[in-house]
């Protein structure tokens, strides 16, 4: 049996348990858990063997079928990609989706009937989730792109009554809409010119399609991942959306669906490349994007609010990696190009396992002290020895300790940035942000660490230990998918060394085969290496004396004066908030209200006029209307006797 | 033969003298006659131009006509009747309900 056939049924699995849960869900004594764990699990098992299949025989499989043919040129279809790159995304979502599923019944326990709702919106998403990366054309993944984007919408809003989270699911429901437009005119552009949005025939139709119209496409296209990533100017939803539970959000908003903006990057990166302009602006907006959103997670006061930075953050980094190989393309570099689209690749799949990890090593502390305020923290890590490991594990992760996972891939995307710079000046600014995130990643990590587990316990600590009753530490079901994600933070990095290697199996075009060997000495050798190196220790360390040993008052340092302002202004998340406000009361509803008065005054004005003038000069003939037959008569007969003399005098009659 | 002239000159008297009994005229009775008086004029004028142009089609109409006139005579007495039996009054200026 060919697995990579019946592929199609990963997401079915899922879909079926939606439907099963949805319908009998709250009849169930765990409203549909199990019932969620085995669909998405099963779904998880068809994934992993497709994605061993694909990766092992570097096969490419495309199968579709037509579904809306409206005339010989205008047809759309339904089909699956299977390829390297659709492989490992299939790993990651399956997988972490699985998990959280599981962790879910744990900490999902204490939310009664509400928990059908979730199991089935968390069904009804790896589904899509699936769907949208086994897609074989665009418009297939924007219609699980607007599912997904729906999924999130409802899991923000999962407890509605409170009006943040109704405002947070409002919010990322529009501002990603603002992307979703984007991507919406990308592909019209696309279909217009090349009467196809299959990928394959995309890509093979970009030498003779019209240069400029393909920098459009691509430009709005990454307008489309620029909202579902939260990439800067839209990613000020992503903090918002840490209103709804902390599974969704390590699920949907850390390790699956915001990757989605990325993995569209990706299946467009042939587009991208055709322009240098374009592979710039993604490049750009990604070193910025990781470069503010690390500033900001920097004096974040919630647990879950610095999380949400970071994975801002990290995805800048993926998009500054992509970009750097479209831009390396571009200018005819193609292996290097193709390192760095694996770079931008791996460091995705590295992000989604240690910050899927530290989401839900934070759910585990918010179920133990039920707050989310750091200030209120501290001393946890008496009373939670498995969380405080596995979330070490992770923050040195991320932080780019080697030989953790997040050291690797962070590594190569400021590698490849750094030789993207030899073609463009632009790039070397944009590794000295991602150097200087490096630094800040490192620094907010492990000021959060040491907030949550280190120093002496505060309020919430103490109300948790004393009343709260909890002595033991989270169930078992949250327990397993924490340690077994932790293992995958630290050694996903290696697959770099299975095998023939990350840059082997995910690539665009060119396989990167390297021996362990060689690979070390490459990354090692390298000066740059040891850049990143020192900027991820010396932020730990910084955090270390402020926030654990506090020989350096972080309150101090912003008592006053600039670093003050600078904090307010980090806190107000450089206003973003504010300026969304504005762009939305001020310019939208401001424009809306023109044209209400428009509306109401020109429109509405001229059909009144019409109206009231019929009226008014109804009344004044009228009067007209005697009632007395003979003067109508006279009237009849003056009437007709002068139309006879007109008649006479033009000469009609003669 | 008379001439033509002579014949429309007869009936456009007929039909001034109809109209102003229409126009002036109070009794609803006279305005009636003076109704069927244009009539009549119109009638001479189809047959003047029949026998003028030697074709009988105008003579035929003359004739549907004078039935229809009849009928709608037997038409107009009735409803003069029963407004003349409401109303104990066959003034025209008193029948002015239909206005303003």
Sequence with gaps: MDILEYAWLIPVFPLLAFVIVGFLGSKMKDKGGLVAVLGVGTGMVLALWTAYELLTTGRVVESSMEWVVLSTDFKLEMGMYLDNVAAMMLIVVSFIAFLVVVYSLGYMHDQGPRRHRYFTEICLFVGVM???ILANNFFQMFLFWELVGLCSYLLIGFWYERPAAARAAKKAFLVTRVGDVMFMIGLFILFTELHTLNYELVWSALDTADKSLMAFAAFFLFGGAIGKSAQFPLHDWLPDAMEGPTTVSALIHAATMVNAGVYLVARSFPIIATSAEVSLFVGAIGGVTAFIAATMALCAPKIKGV??????????YMILGLGAGAFLWHHGHHVEASIAFGAGLFHLMNHAFFKGQLFLGAGAVIHYVHTEELKQMGGLGKYMKVSMITMLISCLSIAGIPPLSGFWSKDEVLAVTFEAGDAGLTFMVLWVLGVLTAFMTAFYMFRMWFMVFGGKPNEGTRHATEHGGHKHEAPFTMLLPL????????????????????FGSIY????HVMSIGERLTEVFTSPLTYVSIVAAVSGIVLAYFSFYKTKV?????????????MHQL???????????????YVGVYGFSLLLD????????????????????????????????????TTLLLIGVSLIVILLYVVGALR | MIPLEYVLILSSVLFAIGAAGVILRKNIIIVLMSIELMLNAA??????FSSHFEDGTGQAFALFSIGIAAAEVAVALAILLNLNRLRKSVDVDDINLLRW
């Design chain 2, 43 to 48: 009638n001479i004028n189809l047959v003047a």
């Design chain 1, 553 to 565: 008052s972080a309150e101090k340092v912003v008592a006053k004066g600039f670093p003050k302002a």
């Design chain 1, 483 to 502: 340690i077994l994600l932790a293992a995958l933070a630290f050694g996903s990095g290696l697959s770099l060394f299975i095998g023939d290697g990350f």
């Design chain 1, 570 to 584: 980090l806190l107000d998340r450089y206003k973003f908030p504010v300026a969304y406000d504005k762009i939305g």
């Design chain 1, 307 to 316: 999380l949400a930075y970071s994975t801002v953050s990290q995805l800048g």
């Design chain 1, 508 to 511: 665009f075009e060119h396989a």
């Design chain 1, 130 to 132: 699936l769907g949208l």
């Design chain 1, 597 to 632: 008065k428009f509306d109401r005054y020109v429109i509405d004005g001229i059909v009144n006029a019409i109206s009231a003038f019929l009226v008014k000069s109804g009344g004044v003939v009228r009067k007209l209307q005697t009632g007395f037959v003979q003067s109508y």
